[in-house]
């Protein structure tokens, strides 16, 4: 892609016989989020260290802006999944510190974060020692100082790790705060709430190799698109209207095959001529959290197993998931 931000191109990482990334290619637009997505030890961080120069990749490119990441290059914020902060010294002094070493005054760095602080329900810690923090409120700390010089790059691993419902919210607005004001935002995350909600476009990692890669309505679409959500007792019954993606429970999400009509009238029909008690039905887009099982192969009871590997180019840019 011509003017990405990010551009990774045929990466590998080898560790000894081992391959943790194999062969990756992808690009981040200016001014997209873009969800990086997998399970543990699907290369995920290992990327975004090679991205960094943190760790030297056995093959392939990673550039930043057109050129491997150096430190002076500034204007790159990075939360990594583990916390970096100083522990014994005061929440608000290591904020000022950090703010420094970024390139703002004194002054300017302790009115950021006291600001900041208040923001996020932290004022009355501003003095406390940082590790009198609960991990969330830790997390809420660092989160600030990775963007408190609103660099033009955000690139961050698991940002809502430990915190509750609220807080989440309140940092995913932080984050989409420097979205509308201009940056490039990468986002690690297990939540595919998460995702729908902030990112334009996904790549999803599986054993180092994409599995699927694009905008998340084209991502849908290649996983089918749309999927029943059905309620019902008892068994689901094979037909050639849709392919069983999973079962659990009183919950079974059924994935239509073109026989089927578009608004799964044929699906639920056949249910109850087959004898189904049903008592929920709905057509909608293939949640992410639900491509992430076939991709991962954990369906239950799935008839005839899980897709291969998708590539979805899309467009560069992209909305939000419908």
């Known amino acids: 892609m011509s003017g990405a931000s990010i551009s990774v191109r045929d990466f590998v990482m080898r560790f000894g016989d081992r391959d943790v990334v194999d062969g990756l290619s992808f690009d981040v637009a200016p001014g997209e989020t873009f969800g990086l997505l997998g399970s543990n030890g699907?290369?995920?961080?290992?990327?975004?260290?090679?991205?960094?120069?943190?760790?030297?990749?056995t093959a392939g490119t990673l550039t930043i802006d057109g050129v491997p990441y150096r430190p002076a290059t500034g204007g790159i914020g990075y939360l990594p999944e583990e916390r970096g902060l100083y522990r014994k010294e005061s929440v608000v002094d290591v904020m000022t510190y950090f703010g420094m070493l970024r390139g703002l005054r004194r002054s300017e760095a302790t009115a950021w974060s006291t600001e900041y602080l208040a923001r996020v329900?932290?004022?009355?810690r501003a003095k406390l020692r940082v590790d009198k923090l609960s991990g969330g409120q830790q997390q809420k700390v660092q989160l600030g100082i990775t963007i408190m010089d609103r660099p033009r790059l955000l690139i961050l691993d698991e940002p809502t790790k430990g915190l509750d419902p609220v807080n989440r919210r309140l940092l995913l607005d932080l984050v989409d705060e420097r979205k509308a004001d201009g940056a490039t935002v990468v986002l690690v995350t297990h939540h595919m709430d998460e995702v729908e909600r902030l990112c334009d476009r996904i790549l999803l990692l599986k054993d180092g190799r994409s599995a699927a890669y694009g905008t998340i309505p084209d991502v849908q679409e290649a996983f089918g698109g749309a999927v029943a959500r059905v309620l019902l007792d008892g068994s689901v019954p094979r037909s050639e209207l849709y392919r069983l993606a999973r079962h659990e429970g009183h919950v079974a999400y059924l994935v239509p095959t073109p026989a089927a009509a578009a608004d799964g009238s044929d699906i639920l029909a056949s249910l109850v001529s087959a004898g189904v008690h049903v008592t929920g039905f709905e057509m909608r887009r293939i949640p992410l959290d639900e491509i992430f099982v076939q991709v991962y192969g954990h369906d239950a009871?799935?008839?005839?197993?899980t897709p291969g590997p998708v590539r979805v180019p899309g467009p560069t840019r992209a909305g939000a998931a419908a």
Not at 301 to 305: E, M, N, P, V
Request: proline fraction near 4%; charge should be negative; hydrophobic fraction near 30%.
């Open 42 to 57: 699907s290369g995920k961080t290992t990327t975004i260290r090679a991205l960094l120069g943190i760790t030297t990749p």
């Open 121 to 124: 329900g932290l004022a009355d």
């Open 301 to 305: 009871g799935a008839d005839d197993g």
